[in-house]
């Protein structure tokens, strides 16, 4: 079965994907936990973190790392449950400035269950 991309105006992604870009965008880690299913597991930088208490503590660390900025550059939504955003973000990281796409997809409760973050 072909995995279907259809492009969504980043204003109609399912609400539950809204409140984790905006929770994250503020460095908000309990109202980005807020909305991922507590078997969710997170991909960034080649690492996976597993449950609340492991993608809580990549939270804070990503949060304080660096100090950027987030421009929305598009989505797509991927069969019936996945979503796709891509983010510029720019700031005082290494390169400054890097185009990130973040791969959600969304458990039978509307949660969360799996977020892959990668250029």
């Known amino acids: ?14 609400e539950v994907v809204r409140r984790y870009l905006r929770a994250h965008d503020a460095r908000d880690s309990a109202a980005a936990r807020a909305v991922l299913a507590p078997e969710a597991t ?3 930088d080649g690492h996976t973190y597993r ?6 503590r990549w939270l804070e660390r990503a949060a ?3 100090t ?3 421009t929305p550059l598009g989505a797509e ?12 973000l720019e700031g005082d990281f290494p390169g400054g400035k890097v185009d990130l796409r973040y791969r959600f997809d969304l458990d039978a409760h509307g949660r969360i269950s799996r977020l892959v973050i990668a250029p």
């Open 1 to 14: 079965m072909t995995d279907h991309h259809d492009p969504v105006d980043v204003a109609d992604l399912p």
């Open 42 to 44: 997170v991909t960034d």
């Open 51 to 56: 449950g609340p208490a492991e993608i809580g």
């Open 64 to 66: 304080s790392e660096y």
């Open 68 to 70: 950027y900025t987030t």
């Open 77 to 88: 939504r991927h069969g019936r449950d996945g979503y796709t955003v891509v983010q510029q």
